[in-house]
């Protein structure tokens, strides 16, 4: 993934870049426009070049990655030496950005902010103005910053996303490699996207032309209003092949409005872990077709754990919204109101529930590291089932697996290579608690319960495991 500053940042190709959509929000579609030419006008000064700097201490930095047998070992080696001995330097970088206030609030990526001492605003007109930042958020790479003028400052509307259409038109108007006011083309290409960069991930994609110094630039429609930020394309070089992403407006106004007046993004919390639901644990739950999100942990006295939502669970619907995947589930949690209660579809042992919750404050905490158990040398099954030998937790099996006193399951200590459980990852020192959503204590119990799911006439058994202080569900092909 390249940066708006030309660093990496993974090895799918995802640049960072501005883009401007250009979108219809009418019922009807528009014909093709003859020129972008009054847009491009209308709008520019509002987009803004962002540099920004920050030194770098050579002497902290290390040799890491190459090995020391290597040949290039010893030329990074010299060339770190020399960077050294110059000492501390400044070094900077470019990105886009829009003013959405006269007096003065500029949105651009939080990446192209992130690290920096120093940050500049530079307007089309050539007037250059420093900037603070009044508030991040990383989750959805958005930054918002403030900029002081002696005049009201051209300025564009954060309009809304929810209107825009796969082939609607789009503009695209930054600073690609440091170069002003470049304005390019395109359509809207799909929606609702999920690059893997988040939890929120709920992109506008494109084939306008981005490149690197796009980044933070405005999304707008037909009209000129904001529908996005960019945050990234798809590109092997770094240099456009017409895949670019955007944050929709549904979801940057909301976080600017929550950092302009409390200085930090406020998400709403309910103290679950979800996984997907996919076909083969649609058909465990019977559920038929795979949708919503599969709850497969709660958290102790959370708001899900008030409400009685159980491991298990599969939720349908939250406040009204439908849940189609499971990634919609994180994205309306953290839209809801904090504090306040609403209904939420759970479907559960072939029922359809509702649950009041009360939506509690997402609190950012370091994540718990865990040590994973040491794999033991496979012992003698008292029982296989689904490719899996399961044995009764006994006090060597405990201390083995780091399973606690109180836990009752049987534990998989051999696993098929060729089986379905293989392919779908349980592993040696897995914990089976419950199987079918009826809780196991022995191997019998697990190999009575197959066997009356599959005089049942169903294709997959659901099974809950419990590895490294987490519960997973994992749907297994019956006779696999």
Same mark, same amino acid.
């Given at each position: 993934m390249?940066?708006?500053?030309?660093?990496?940042?993974?090895?799918?190709?995802l640049c960072f870049a501005a883009l401007i959509l250009l979108?219809?929000?009418?019922?009807?579609?528009?014909?093709?426009?003859? &020129?972008?030419?009054?847009?491009?006008? =209308?709008?520019?000064p509002a987009v803004v070049n962002i540099s920004t700097s920050h030194v770098v201490n050579p002497r902290e930095m290390e040799l890491r990655g190459i090995p020391e047998d290597?040949?290039?070992? %010893?030329?990074?080696? %010299?060339?770190?030496?020399?960077?050294?001995?110059?000492?501390?330097? =400044?070094?900077?970088?470019?990105?886009?950005?829009?003013?959405?206030?006269? %007096?003065?609030i500029v949105v651009t990526n939080n990446h192209v902010i992130d690290g920096a001492d120093r940050i500049e605003v530079t307007f089309t007109d050539g007037t250059t103005l420093p900037a603070t930042v009044a508030g991040t958020d990383p989750k959805t790479d958005l930054a918002v910053l403030r900029v002081e003028s002696d005049?009201?400052?051209?300025?564009?509307?954060?309009?809304?996303?929810?209107?825009?259409?796969?082939?609607?038109?789009?503009?695209?108007?930054?600073?690609?490699?440091?170069?002003?006011?470049?304005?390019?083309?395109?359509?809207v290409s799909a929606l609702n996207r999920d690059i893997h960069a988040g939890n929120y991930d709920d992109f506008i994609q494109t084939d306008a032309a981005i490149n690197r110094g796009n980044s933070g630039g405005p999304l707008f429609n037909l009209d000129g209003e904001v529908v996005g930020v960019n945050s990234a394309i798809i590109s092997p070089s770094g240099a456009s092949v017409g895949i670019g992403f955007a944050v929709p407006a549904s979801t940057v106004k909301p976080i600017v409005a929550q950092i302009l007046e409390y200085g930090e993004t406020r998400r709403g919390w309910i103290g679950v872990r979800i996984q997907t639901v996919t076909p083969e644990i649609a058909d465990s739950l019977g559920l038929g077709t795979a949708r919503g999100a599969l709850v497969a942990g709660v958290t102790a006295e959370g708001p899900a754990a008030a409400a009685g939502l159980e491991p298990g669970d599969v939720v349908l619907a939250f406040g009204g919204r439908n849940i189609a995947t499971m990634r919609d589930l994180p994205r309306v949690v953290a839209e809801a109101k904090i504090g306040a209660t609403v209904d939420?579809?759970?479907?559960?042992?072939?029922?359809?529930?509702?649950? =009041?919750?009360?939506?509690?404050?997402?609190?950012?905490e370091p994540e718990e590291e865990t040590d994973a158990p040491e794999a033991a040398e496979p012992e003698g099954a008292e029982t296989v089932v689904l490719g899996l030998g399961l044995s009764a937790l006994d006090d060597d099996l405990r201390r083995r697996f780091n399973v606690g006193g109180n836990l &009752?399951?049987?534990?998989?200590? %051999?696993?098929?290579?060729?089986? &379905?459980?293989?392919?779908?990852?349980?592993?040696?020192?897995?914990?089976v608690v419950q199987v079918a959503q009826r809780a196991v204590s022995s191997p019998e119990d697990v190999k009575r319960i197959v066997e009356?799911?599959?005089?049942?006439? =169903?294709?997959?058994?659901?099974l809950r495991l419990l590895a490294d202080g987490e519960t997973r569900f994992v749907a297994l092909r019956l006779g696999g």
């Open positions: 390249y940066l708006a500053n030309g660093g990496k940042r993974g090895l799918m190709g979108g219809t929000a009418e019922a009807d579609a528009r014909p093709a426009p003859t &020129s972008f030419a009054e847009l491009a006008e =209308r709008l520019s290597s040949p290039l070992h %010893e030329f990074f080696e %010299e060339f770190l030496e020399q960077q050294q001995r110059r000492g501390p330097q =400044r070094m900077q970088s470019l990105g886009s950005g829009f003013v959405i206030d006269p %007096e003065g005049r009201p400052l051209p300025y564009v509307e954060i309009g809304e996303s929810s209107g825009l259409r796969v082939g609607d038109w789009v503009i695209a108007i930054g600073n690609p490699f440091g170069l002003g006011g470049t304005v390019t083309a395109g359509i939420m579809q759970v479907f559960r042992d072939g029922e359809t529930l509702t649950r =009041r919750i009360a939506v509690a404050k997402l609190e950012d &009752s399951g049987v534990v998989v200590i %051999e696993v098929d290579p060729l089986s &379905s459980a293989a392919e779908k990852g349980v592993r040696v020192g897995d914990v009356s799911e599959e005089k049942a006439g =169903r294709n997959s058994i659901l």
